[in-house]
């Protein structure tokens, strides 16, 4: 049941337990806003869960150090032989990866904020899991965005390369493509996808 997370921990959700549960991917390019938006969204909606994914990158200066568990690639490989990643990939040298959710089965919303690749990995597992791409409102506004996190101009020239080979893809693949021009706007958009795809599981 969905109550572990909500505020009061007393009630269950009843949106969560109405419907068969969801596996919400949201992916896109580096600089989409991404992080800032899955944070909005559990934010509004106790009975979404947001999975933390496991990395080997270093942590930039000012980041929250409960944005990943930030790990060494030993012990990330070791979790890759173990069988303990959901999905796992390579990203501009460093892993990335999702371990298995204990959240599965328990009435919760699970939301994944991943690249293209996991995505992909996710889709083939759970063909019914919601992939939304989201795009940034311009090329320029991306780098406007990559830059202000700080990274070093090659992060930053990587990603964008990176964005372009990807983006055509994900379109393809995606079951909803959303672009972040505003984050309120954003957010009500997923929110309704969201609900919607509650509703077809309802009446399944
Ligand atoms: P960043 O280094 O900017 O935090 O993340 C780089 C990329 O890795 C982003 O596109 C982000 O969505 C993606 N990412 C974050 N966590 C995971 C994960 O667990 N699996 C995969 N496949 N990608 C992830």
Same mark, same amino acid.
């Given at each position: ?36 938006i ?18 080997? #990158?270093? $942590?930039?200066? @000012?980041?929250? !150090? +409960? ?7 030993? &012990?990330?490989? /070791? ?14 040298g460093n ?49 406007? #965005?990559? $830059?202000?996190? @700080?990274?070093? !101009? +090659? ?7 990176? &964005?372009?080979? /990807? ?37 399944a």
């Amino acid at each position: 049941m969905c109550r572990a997370w909500a505020p009061s921990s007393v009630q269950p959700c009843a949106t969560s337990l109405a419907h068969e549960q969801l596996i919400i991917v949201v992916s896109g390019p580096g600089g989409v806003g991404k992080g800032t938006i899955v944070d909005a969204l559990v934010r509004r909606d106790p009975c979404l869960w947001l999975s933390r994914s496991w990395t080997t #990158r270093e $942590r930039r200066a @000012g980041e929250r !150090d +409960d944005a990943y568990v930030f790990t060494t690639a030993e &012990a990330f490989e /070791e979790l890759i032989t173990a069988g303990g990643f959901l999905e796992w990939t390579e990203f501009l040298g460093n892993y990335y990866g999702t371990p298995r959710p204990d959240r599965l089965g328990t009435g919760a919303d699970i939301v994944l904020e991943i690249e293209l690749d996991g995505a992909q990995q996710v889709k083939r597992q759970y063909p019914d899991a919601v992939l939304i791409f989201v795009l940034p409102p311009s090329r320029h506004e991306q780098e406007r #965005r990559l $830059r202000g996190r @700080g990274d070093p !101009d +090659d992060k930053v020239h990587a990603r964008l390369r990176k &964005a372009e080979n /990807e983006e055509p893809v994900g379109r393809e693949q995606a079951d909803y493509v959303v672009v972040n021009d505003e984050l309120e706007r954003t957010v009500d958009e997923m929110m309704t996808i969201i609900e919607r795809e509650r509703g077809l599981r309802r009446s399944a």
